[in-house]
């Protein structure tokens, strides 16, 4: 708004400046001539004093002469025929008047010393007017074509978005819309692309989604099924507590899933400004690890060492980086055969978290997928399958919000080494 308010009003004053120039040397040249006329005042001065020593006839006579020689243009009325009360006493009082036709054209009146007649003489050629109309066509129209070599291009590109936009929710490809920087209607354009993306993102999260659940539900459902079909035709009690236990798995697996996909669902649809603050990141991943291997035998058995060389407090919105080590550790602590190691780096310019694992690792052709929404590179069949897809995706949309990324390589270990990274925000 304030660069096409600043570049209209520059166009406008440049428009006016240059077309009033251009005007007037046009009305400089082809004005009418005055070099045959003399100045109206001075001329009824003139024909006062000459009217003085000459008798009515005398002075008709005069007048009839200077216009005949094309001099000016003189007239003589009597007083009677002026109206107006205050053009009269105008005259009574020896003042001239101007008066203008309905024509436009002007006149001068003076009245007779002591006698009741009154000297008109016209102030402006009639031939001139023309010009003046001429000029003031050539103004607007002039103006008009400026303002319209300003709108053309903001028209072409607001319609280039309107033919983008209706086509958004038809055709099956998302086309971007490409304007040059110098439009005004660039930063739209931008934004447009932006919730293009967006729509494309929400609609490819949807069909997976929905792809997900499809999918993940129908297999304990049918495990459901299948155990209520055996306990309806066991007569074994211990069959069916079997059965039933096998029923509170599955129920246990689908809570499970609809908790992640809540989860999920929310951290997509957060757009609120990240309340980024000091803390204590180590701190943080010792109470994560704590509360995740404190109360499993299997998990405490696992040795878990936390490295931190932070000379500069970590900063950042604390709930979300809480879900994003959260994910990792947990992720991390499921593959790792006998060590989790976590590293938490800080400097003056950026921050680092590396959760890394002597697990079965990720082969390099897969390291861009594992952070993309419902991705599992194993199937559910396989030792290590677990999850629905959904923990590394969160990792991945918190970085992006702090303006960071989370990449995965090989680690040291054997296994695979997730980081997350992103800048140190200035004081």
Not at 20 to 37: I, M, N, Q, V
Not at 273 to 301: F, K, W, Y
């Amino acid at each position: 708004m304030k660069r096409a308010f600043i570049s209209l009003y520059l166009l406008l004053v440049l428009s006016i400046l240059g077309i009033g120039w251009g005007l007037d040397r046009l009305w400089d040249t082809y004005r009418p001539s005055h070099s045959a006329s003399l100045p109206s005042e001075p001329l009824l001065n003139l024909m006062q004093l000459v009217a003085m020593q000459r008798t009515v006839e005398q002075t008709e006579a005069l007048i009839r002469d200077i216009n005949t020689s094309g001099v000016a243009e003189l007239g003589l009325l009597p007083l009677d025929q002026i109206t107006g009360t205050t053009i009269l006493e105008r005259l009574e009082a020896g003042e001239n008047v101007s008066l203008e036709d309905s024509e436009g054209h002007r006149y001068l009146y003076q009245k007779l010393s002591g006698e009741p007649w009154v000297l008109v003489v016209e102030q402006t050629e009639p031939h001139s007017l023309w010009l003046e109309r001429l000029l003031a066509v050539l103004f607007y129209t002039a103006l008009a074509i400026a303002v319209g070599f300003w709108l053309w291009p903001l028209s072409r590109d607001l319609d280039t978005l309107e033919r983008h936009a209706q086509h958004l929710g038809i055709d099956a490809d998302y086309p971007t819309v490409t304007l040059p920087p110098s439009s005004t209607a660039h930063r739209l354009a931008q934004a447009f692309n932006r919730m293009t993306t967006r729509i494309r993102e929400l609609l490819q999260t949807q069909k997976e989604m929905t792809h997900a659940v499809s999918h993940e539900l129908r297999t304990p459902l049918a495990r459901m099924k299948f155990a209520l079909a055996m306990a309806a035709d066991s007569r074994s009690l211990d069959e069916i507590h079997g059965k039933l236990e096998g029923m509170k798995s599955d129920v246990a697996e689908m809570d499970q899933l609809v908790s992640q996909l809540l989860n999920y669902a929310r951290f997509e649809q957060q757009r609120l400004a990240l309340n980024c603050e000091a803390g204590d990141m180590p701190n943080l991943a010792s109470d994560i690890v704590l509360r995740l291997t404190g109360h499993d035998p299997q998990r405490s058995a696992q040795q878990i060492y936390i490295q931190a060389d932070v000379p500069h407090p970590f900063v950042c919105d604390w709930p979300l980086m809480e879900r994003a080590l959260l994910n990792l550790v947990q992720n991390a602590l499921h593959y790792s055969r006998s060590q989790v190691r976590i590293r938490l780096l800080s400097d003056a310019k950026s921050f680092y978290i590396e959760v890394e694992d002597d697990g079965p690792g990720i082969p390099a052709d897969e390291q861009q997928r594992v952070f993309e929404s419902f991705v599992r590179l194993r199937q559910s069949s396989e030792k290590h399958a677990a999850g629905f897809g959904l923990g590394l995706a969160i990792v991945r949309q918190v970085a992006l919000w702090h303006k960071g990324k989370a990449y995965v390589e090989s680690a040291s270990l054997g296994g695979a080494r997730f980081v997350i990274t992103w800048p140190n925000p200035p004081r």
